[in-house]
Structures are given as C-alpha cells and as structure tokens.
C-alpha cells in the first residue's frame, strides 16, 4: 500500500484542478482548495480492520491525509482524544446518550493542534521556510509551536485581547508575535499585505488547502470510536469553521469508502449571540454569509465576523439537515460551570456553547431523547482563565474550616 492516496487540489467553487506538488494557496477565482483522494483505488486496499495496532494518533489516518512521505511528518503525538460520555449532564438535559469529544487533552491544548500539525507537515515537504498568519489565539499557538518544531519561520498576528496564555505560547517558540487593537479581520488584513510585501505563505484559515486535513481527523476517530455506526448529532463551535467542514468531508470519504452508511449525522453549527454570521445566513437559507459588525464574545476563539469558507459550513449544515444556533455569552459561562461541577471536566468557553445549544434544541425537540449525540469541546478551560471569576475565603494558619462546607 502508499502512504497516502492523494491526488490532487480541487476549488469546490468552478473545479478548477492544481497539482499538489506545488505550492498554493487559494484558487484563481477566489475559493478555497480542497485535497482530493483516489477513493476508488483506497477502497481496493484499505479496510477498518488495517488500523489495528497503529499508533493512537491522527497519523493512524495516513492514507487519507496529504502528506506523501512518512519523514516530512512533524507530530506531538497529536490525536484520538477520548469520546466520554457524559451521564449526569446528559441526564440533566434529557439527553442520556450525550457524548464529548474532548480535544483540551491534545498537543497546545486545543484541536487547532490537529491543523498545524498536518498544515506544518505539508509545508515542511514542500520546502515553505516562513508562513504567517492571523489567529484569535489557539491557532496562531500551535502553528507557531509546530512551526518550531519543523524548523519553520512563522509571523504571528493576534488581536490584543486574545487570550495571554496563547501569546507567550507563540513568544516562547521564537515566532515573530505582533499585537494588533482590533478583530481577526483586522489581523487578516495585516497579514495579508505582510505576505505580499515579503513573499511569504499565507497559513491564514482556508487559504492553505491542508488544515482541513488535520481538523477532518476528529470525524473519522468519531466514526472509529463509535463502531463505524453514527450519531445523530454533531455539535461544533464555529468561527471560522475549518472543523465542521473538515468533519463533514471525513464523513463523505468515509461514505465513498463503504466504511460507513447513511444518513449521515446532522451537523450544527454553534456560534456566540454577539457574532453569529452563520447563523443568520442559515435562518435566512443563504449561500453565504455576511460581515458581522462590532462582533463580541467572551468565546474569543469563535468570534469570527466573516469566514472565507462560510459556504462551505453552510453547505454541510445544509445537506445533513443540520441547523445553526447561537447562544448568549452568560448562558456559555453558566454552561461551563456546570459541565465542571457535574462531569470534572473544565471545557473551553466555546465547548461550553455547544453544550447550551444541545439544552436549547432538546428543550424545543429538535433533538430526541433516544437519540445519539457528540458534543465537541475545542480546548482547555485552563488556556481561559479570564472566563471564570471566583471568591475564595482566606484562612488564617491555624484557622479551623466551620461554616461553607459541602
């Protein structure tokens, strides 16, 4: 068998085909570019029984990734993070057959780990030397971390109010970090004139074809987790999106394999009241997306007021008859403490949007009681310290514990 049954990059906009040997970014007309599999070759040779034995990383996946030759793969030993099921919160909600994804236990300490390293990888083999980007934070972190690793150069742009912790996760790998007092899209734009000025690749989200690749692992160790048999619901957290379509195409390969059989699960795209583009375009059933003005929430890694692949999200909540849904900031953060004290499992502020949307939509029927739900938490609490605020009583050293105990 090949390492990897790779093909070529496509533009799911006018299908325009670009080898993949070469360096690119978006296509002529605009679009993102998507990795192509030979499917039909892969499905001759490649069996669920095959990924027996391997390592329990994304990296078990090789076939279906981009990267040609095993020595140009840069990993932390990133990937098959634990699908746990979450009983009492589960029960609470009426959902008792409620799971989570749980990617805070990954290299960096979110799923953005899985992009970089499949991204950084791909770089390496096609000899990019420096890349920059744009990042509400988590991004930015594990690229430049990765970066590091495969002796890459990286540029990284953040907004000023994104989370400390993931700026000196960039100053400590020797990235080029600079602060800009505004959103990502005031970021991108910075990054964008930096590429063109000092020829440099672009890594922004969707303007390289491979992050996807790495965010797509998360729907196959789904699949492999649960038996090769689906959920019915998916719930991400989405600002940019990259993961919900990199779950929907690992579900499609995985139909075009025989691995899997339909319908597939219906995916919801969870985003925060104060920068939900995506869900107005859905309420509307629209294409695409419009700019979201003066966008804010405390879920910074979902504050995303345009995506380049907004059709792309659109396009996979749409053919799975998914739904779009967005939650309040207090509701996230109340969400959050509850998942603590009832599951010992502090998520991300995003993760816990997606647990008040599963609330919302079995509360309104949307979601059944009988049914099988994954619930994805991106990343861990501890990278957002901000988000919780607590009062602790003091004691002196010989102080005895009388009142406050539980």
Known sequence: ????????????????????????QLCTC??????????????????????????????????????????????????MTPLIPMRNFGKSVAIPNLFMKDEGIIPTGTFKARGAAVGISKAKELGIKELAMPTNGNAGAAWALYAARAGIKSII????????????????????????????????????????????????????????????TMGLEIAEQMGWKMPDVILYPTGGGVGIIGIY????????????????????????????????AWEERKAVSEFWENSTTAAFGINVPKALGDFLVLDAVYKTDGCAIAVDDPSILQEQRRIASMEGAFICPEGAAVFAAARILRKNGWIREEETVVALNTGAGVKYPDTVQVEVPELQRDEYIREGRR
């Open 157 to 216: 742009v953040m907004p000023l109010d994104a989370p400390k912790i993931t700026r000196n996760e960039c100053a400590v790998s020797g990235a080029n970090l600079y602060l800009v007092n505004g959103l990502i899209s005031d970021a991108g734009r910075i990054v964008g004139q930096a590429v063109k000025d000092f020829n440099l690749f672009d890594a922004s989200t969707l303007k390289e074809p491979y992050r996807i690749e790495g965010k797509k």
């Open 1 to 24: 068998m090949k390492f990897s049954y790779v093909s070529h990059l496509n533009c799911p906009k006018c299908n325009k085909i670009y080898d993949l040997h070469e360096k690119h």
């Open 30 to 79: 605009g679009s993102p570019l998507l990795v192509s599999y030979d499917l039909d070759e892969l499905k001759k040779e490649f069996k669920p029984k095959d990924l027996l034995g391997r390592p329990a990383d994304l990296w078990r996946y090789h076939e279906l990734l981009p990267v040609l030759k095993e020595e140009n793969i840069v990993s932390l030993g990133e990937g």
């Open 249 to 280: 195409k690992a579900l499609m390969e995985l139909l075009a394999l025989g691995w899997i059989e339909g319908p597939l699960p219906r995916l919801v795209a969870v985003q925060a009241a104060g920068c939900a583009p995506i869900v107005r």
